[in-house]
């Protein structure tokens, strides 16, 4: 197999190294939070989940833009690659926030805006992936991946604005001035570290699909109209 | 033959096969009333809790009726290849998503004026005439929003194999918005509305009703280009 992307393996090994260091000085050595104790150190892993997942459905929104625009495989791929890595982060999101609300709020689950707008994010581009894998031809796939993926993410802002008209019980938004400074530091490493691993699965999984298109095991477009005429390359 | 006239050709069409045929009015409406029961055994015959759920309850079977409704628009143009021939008509493709969806608005619009008595009478719910008329004028903001994702989605799903998963699964997420908005000013205005807080829920209807009117018909162009 021919390698897309050969620098992914080099920004997933540090990803990992800066998650193993991040995550010790989170448990190990930053210090434990006042009113809810050792369960705080979620947060080491459950911020960076939700900051990075937003991130990559933002770059999955401008990648099905360039697909839109430009129809290069390459950027289908990658469109498919961010809104499905993003998807993984949004359920780990979700998983973590569940295990963090029932020991601090005392349920599984609330009605809070940040939640419920994630729960919607989770459920908006897995429809997104789910039309994908139902369409058969390649050109219009990346067509129609882009195009709903662009009114899935226009969707995301609505959805926060009106969740908010409901009530918060969610905590306010941390800042580096109303945290600690031990804590800072775990969270930005982790932050990288989820960043690194997020950008090597997407170079992996765009790498795929494009191996995939190459080998002939999706229907390729151009495929598809040159044939009888010349051989396509 | 300019933009707009284009776009009334196809809402005329679709107006005229909706009454020869009437088929896909009855039957949704007839879903309509259907979900509203069922509804009412989900709560047990408490009155009272039945009074506070009813705008719910109304919004959701106007929903899960406007979702049977968009799907068929797509598929009558499936019969016989019917949409193949429409893309072959000289009509720019923006004229023919806004006509589309202009007339799945219309034909939502028609389920709020049968589904909401039978959904007051059911739950004995008590509202004036006026606020009967704001609530069809809300479910008007609604069905706007609505239709114009919805038809982007129909003729998306068209002809997929799963286009009865698919369409409430691409749909229920994005519209989320629509049904907090109806749900909420709909109940506002069979229970009561003191903090006068209907024009923000109807200001977010119509908000998301132009955001997804403007987007959808400049994807939508891109969406039949290969064919549906």
Redesign the interface.
């Known amino acids: 197999m021919t390698r897309q992307f050969k620098w992914d393996s080099g920004v997933g090994l540090l990803g990992l190294l800066l998650l193993f260091v991040g995550s010790y000085i989170g448990l190990f050595v930053a210090p434990s939070e006042r009113y809810m104790g050792e369960v705080q150190r979620i947060m080491y892993v459950h911020v960076p989940c939700a900051w990075n997942a937003m991130l990559l459905y933002t770059l999955a929104f401008i990648f099905a833009i360039v697909s ?1 625009w430009t129809h290069r495989p390459k950027w289908d791929a990658a469109t498919t690659a961010a809104a499905e890595v993003g998807l993984v982060l949004n359920a780990l999101l979700l998983v973590q926030g569940s295990i963090w609300a029932r020991a601090t709020w005392g349920v599984w689950w609330d009605w809070d805006v940040r939640l419920t707008t994630s729960l ?1 994010m989770l ?2 581009f ?3 992936l ?2 994908r894998s ?2 058969q ?1 390649a ?2 796939r990346a ?2 991946t ?3 993926t ?3 993410f ?2 995301v802002p ?2 926060y ?3 908010r ?2 009530r918060s019980l969610h905590q306010v938004q941390s800042s580096p001035e109303t945290v600690s400074s031990g804590m800072i530091l775990p969270l930005r490493v982790n932050s990288f570290a989820v960043l690194f691993l997020a950008i090597w699965m997407v170079a992996m999984r765009a790498g795929l699909e494009l191996h995939r298109r190459k080998k002939g095991l999706v229907a390729e ?1 151009e495929k598809i109209e040159s044939q009888g005429e010349t051989s396509h390359v | 033959m300019s933009l707009l006239s284009q776009a009334m050709t196809v809402v005329r069409k679709d107006l005229l096969l909706e009454w020869r045929g009437k088929g896909r009015l009855i039957s949704v409406l007839l879903f309509g009333v259907v979900t509203l029961l069922l509804f009412s055994f989900a709560v047990g015959p408490d009155s009272t809790l039945l009074r506070a759920a009813a705008g719910g309850f109304l919004v959701l079977a106007l929903l899960l009726s406007s979702t049977l409704g968009l799907s068929e628009s797509f598929r009558v143009e499936q019969e016989q290849r019917a949409i193949e021939g429409l893309l072959l008509l000289p009509v720019d493709p923006i004229a023919l998503y806004y006509g589309k969806t202009l007339s799945n608005t219309l034909f939502l619009m028609l389920l709020a004026p049968v589904l909401t008595p039978v959904a007051l009478i059911l739950y004995s719910v008590q509202v004036d005439l006026e606020g009967l008329a704001v609530l069809l004028g809300l479910w008007t903001l609604a069905a706007a929003g609505l239709s114009a994702p919805g038809t982007l989605y129909a003729a998306m799903t068209s002809r997929l194999q799963s286009q009865d998963v698919l369409l409430p699964l691409l749909l229920f997420p994005l519209v989320i918005p629509v049904l907090m908005g109806a749900v909420k000013s709909t109940t506002l205005i069979l229970t009561g509305d003191p903090m006068s807080q209907v024009g923000s829920w109807a200001t977010l209807l119509a908000s998301f009703a132009i955001i997804y009117w403007s987007l959808c018909g400049l994807l939508f162009p891109h969406a039949i280009e290969e064919g549906i």
């Open positions: 839109l919607i459920l908006l897995a429809g997104v789910a039309l139902f369409v031809d050109g219009k067509t129609w882009a195009i709903a662009i009114v899935a226009v969707d609505l959805v604005f009106c969740v008209w409901w477009p």
